[in-house]
Each structure stands twice: as C-alpha cells, then as structure tokens.
C-alpha cells in the first residue's frame, strides 16, 4: 500500500526560482533550481525526487539537462532520453560540466535506447502526460530497471473536482495541440499501477489549481498489477 504524505495547497517553491535556473519540457517551462553558478541548488520538489538515488539512473523526457545539478553524489552514471532536438543539444552542453559520466541519447520513449535491467532508478518528470502512449513509455521503464529498482515520478494529475476534471476533459483536445502534446485530464497514478507497478510513497501538492504528484513505485509482482 502506498504511503500518503500529508497533502499541501501551498504554491511549490519550484515558481520561486525565477529564469534561468533550468526548465523542464517546453511544455512545462519551470526553474529546477534555485541561486545561481556554484550556489545552485534543487527545489524542494526535485529535491524529494531525487533523494537516496544512487548506481546507474536514466531519466526520460530530460528537458535542458539543468537537472543534472540537482542529482545525490552516491549516483554514479546518468543516462538522460530527451526527443527534442534543441533540448537535446542544450543538455549536452550541461552533460559536458559533470563530473560523472552522463550520456545524452535521443530516443523514442516506447523503445528506450538501454540495455534490460541496467539501471537503478528511472526517473520521470512531467513527462507522461505529453507520451502518446504512456503505458509502452513505462513498460520500457520497468525493462531496464534492475531488480529492486525504482521509478522516481513528479506529473500533474487530473482533478479530483468533478467539475474542474470535466473541464479539462473539454480543454484537452486543444490544450494538447498548444502545449506539445500535454493532456490536462491525465491520471498518472492509475497509468503508473496498469504498467505494472506497484507505489510506495506519493506526496501530493497543488499549484495554480492543478494537482500534482510526487513519489516512488517499483515494479510489481504479477498479482499486484492492477488493470482497470
């Protein structure tokens, strides 16, 4: 069973860094850091992302590569997967300043360019809602976690309103052709358990009216996946 962390409503201190501190996916422009130079550090979300990682992590939809500053030194390698050309470029240019080896690779989410079970942690962030086929993304993730492996996962979520869900339903058509692919109804969480994992931990948090998800899933034995 999943650990519920206590819910908050207060706006993430991911919108207090201003730009410049790296972004996510251009459909989701937001700082991944706070200061500047030597003095950057992760927000408070990415911080709890990438908490205890360590080994060998891959992490997919990587955006500008400026997330690479806000991973534990206990990780050893990183493997960023970005599509976008642009953003691909930009996170080589970062990949170049680590210390640890990082390799930058374009690839399709639903046949990521990794070996079977080769990495410790998969980390996920605000991606799957802009994946045509998340479940295919996420079954990829699972054949190259390593027994014991994590997801690491922080997406925006479908509201739980009914009203407010019914609205991004209707926006959803257009949203997505404006917002690179971006679907405001998604349920990660549900998509997360049919792939075959299993949570553990998730926080939840609200930011212009939108939840959002935070947590932790590994895979999961065969009479633990759930299909709906």
Sequence with gaps: MAVRLPQRSERPSDTDAGPGRGME??????????GRGSRLRPTSQRGQLLAGLSGRVLEIGAGDGVKLFCYPSEVTEIVLVEADPFLRAAAGITAAEMAIPVHVAQGDLARLPVPDGSCDAVVCSLVLCSTQRPEEALAEARRVLR????????????????????????VTPLWSRVAGGCRPACDPLSTIERSGFRIDVVSRFSYCQVGHVLGIAKPAVDDEIHTF
């Design 147 to 170: 027994p014991g492996g994590e997801l690491r996962f922080y997406e925006h979520h479908r509201s739980g309103n009914p009203l407010w869900a019914a609205l991004q339903r209707l």
């Design 25 to 34: 996916q251009f459909h989701h422009p937001r700082p991944v850091c706070t």
